[in-house]
């Protein structure tokens, strides 16, 4: 700092003037002010100029966040290739099929692996990523089984020398509707002896007079006319090895030997034999082997219905015979 001098005339000489309390205060201030600047300025030109260790691990860590974003973005695109693939061979099957359009399944529910609400906000962006890499991995998984599960189906139907009205895939009565489902196939307990016993078919709750329909095409191989066990039945045989039962009929409309088309009438829900109420005894097996029916209603059936009558045929414990 430059002195100031004044003139001192006892000396008749200049001396330099001695600096007061406030000086010494402003020089203080002023040469704290520009140290302070001078670091700023020095740690500035260090941070620009020289890279710390943490920020060349964060680096890397974006340049590895970017290639996976790449990747995963790849592997959308071909998840949503494949979809879309598999939407145009399921309709096709279903118009090969059923003459219509698949029905429209709405399935709320997402991936538990991927967090929702406040657990996305607190997460970790390298974890966001892993977890969304392995979503859509389990997708492209998913779609990858589900093109081999059409491509079973086209091959099985190609192989197969038969009509798709030849499968046993509507309800047997019209206006179907989940409470007029009992009991399916299984271990349920008999209305008269109250005993458990192997119940061979699926009750299907209907008033008397119902018309009963023929679920596929086919021939009349048996009919049965009785008062007692199933009561009045009706038997046809399909292509493809299947064949279906019809019991407790309060009227038969066809005969042994005749051929008959899908949703023609066989007759009548009725009480003969030993049933509980009028009912329709069902029974859908392929080569010899007893099937479920609740699974052959599918071309039939919405899917909410569908699901319903599963839920009620799978928990009635107890047949109607």
């Given at each position: 700092?430059?002195?100031?001098?004044?003139?001192?005339?006892?000396?008749?000489?200049?001396?330099?003037?001695?600096?007061?309390?406030?000086?010494?205060?402003?020089?203080?201030?002023?040469?704290?002010?520009?140290?302070?600047?001078?670091?700023?300025?020095?740690?500035?030109?260090?941070?620009?100029?020289?890279?710390?260790?943490?920020?060349?691990?964060?680096?890397?860590?974006?340049?590895?966040?970017?290639?996976?974003?790449?990747?995963?973005?790849?592997?959308?695109?071909?998840?949503?290739?494949?979809?879309?693939?598999?939407?145009?061979?399921?309709?096709?099957?279903?118009?090969?099929?059923?003459?219509?359009?698949?029905?429209?399944?709405?399935?709320?529910?997402?991936?538990?692996?991927?967090?929702?609400?406040?657990?996305?906000?607190?997460?970790?962006?390298?974890?966001?990523?892993?977890?969304?890499?392995?979503?859509?991995?389990?997708?492209?998984?998913?779609?990858?089984?589900?093109?081999?599960?059409?491509?079973?189906?086209?091959?099985?139907?190609?192989?197969?020398?038969?009509?798709?009205?030849?499968?046993?895939?509507?309800?047997?009565?019209?206006?179907?509707?989940?409470?007029?489902?009992?009991?399916?196939?299984?271990?349920?307990?008999?209305?008269?002896?109250?005993?458990?016993?192997?119940?061979?078919?699926?009750?299907?709750?209907?008033?008397?007079?119902?018309?009963?329909?023929?679920?596929?095409?086919?021939?009349?191989?048996?009919?049965?006319?009785?008062?007692?066990?199933?009561?009045?039945?009706?038997?046809?045989?399909?292509?493809?090895?299947?064949?279906?039962?019809?019991?407790?009929?309060?009227?038969?409309?066809?005969?042994?030997?005749?051929?008959?088309?899908?949703?023609?009438?066989?007759?009548?829900?009725?009480?003969?034999?030993?049933?509980?109420?009028?009912?329709?005894?069902?029974?859908?097996?392929?080569?010899?082997?007893?099937?479920?029916?609740?699974?052959?209603?599918?071309a039939d059936l919405d899917p909410a219905t569908?699901?319903?009558?599963?839920?009620?045929?799978?928990?009635?414990?107890?047949?109607?015979?």
């Amino acid at each position: 700092m430059a002195k100031r001098y004044i003139f001192d005339r006892q000396q008749s000489a200049f001396v330099p003037k001695k600096p007061g309390v406030k000086g010494v205060l402003w020089a203080g201030v002023r040469y704290l002010l520009a140290s302070l600047f001078t670091a700023v300025l020095f740690y500035a030109v260090f941070a620009l100029a020289f890279d710390t260790d943490r920020e060349k691990l964060l680096e890397k860590e974006n340049r590895l966040l970017a290639a996976q974003r790449d990747s995963l973005t790849e592997a959308l695109s071909l998840v949503e290739g494949t979809v879309g693939n598999l939407r145009v061979r399921d309709r096709e099957i279903y118009n090969n099929i059923f003459n219509a359009d698949p029905p429209n399944y709405i399935v709320e529910a997402r991936d538990t692996l991927l967090p929702d609400g406040p657990e996305l906000a607190q997460q970790e962006e390298s974890d966001l990523v892993w977890d969304a890499f392995a979503v859509a991995s389990r997708a492209e998984s998913r779609a990858r089984q589900v093109s081999e599960w059409l491509s079973g189906i086209e091959q099985a139907f190609a192989a197969e020398d038969f009509s798709p009205e030849a499968i046993p895939s509507i309800a047997p009565v019209r206006n179907f509707s989940p409470i007029q489902t009992g009991a399916s196939v299984g271990k349920k307990v008999n209305p008269f002896y109250k005993n458990v016993r192997d119940h061979t078919g699926l009750d299907l709750v209907a008033p008397s007079g119902t018309e009963v329909l023929c679920s596929a095409d086919g021939k009349v191989v048996k009919v049965t006319r009785s008062e007692k066990g199933m009561g009045n039945t009706v038997t046809v045989e399909h292509a493809g090895g299947f064949r279906t039962f019809y019991a407790h009929l309060g009227k038969v409309s066809v005969s042994e030997g005749q051929a008959v088309r899908q949703g023609r009438v066989l007759g009548e829900v009725g009480q003969s034999g030993s049933t509980f109420a009028p009912c329709l005894h069902y029974e859908v097996l392929r080569d010899g082997i007893r099937q479920d029916p609740v699974n052959y209603f599918f071309a039939d059936l919405d899917p909410a219905t569908y699901r319903d009558m599963m839920i009620v045929a799978l928990t009635t414990g107890q047949s109607m015979d």
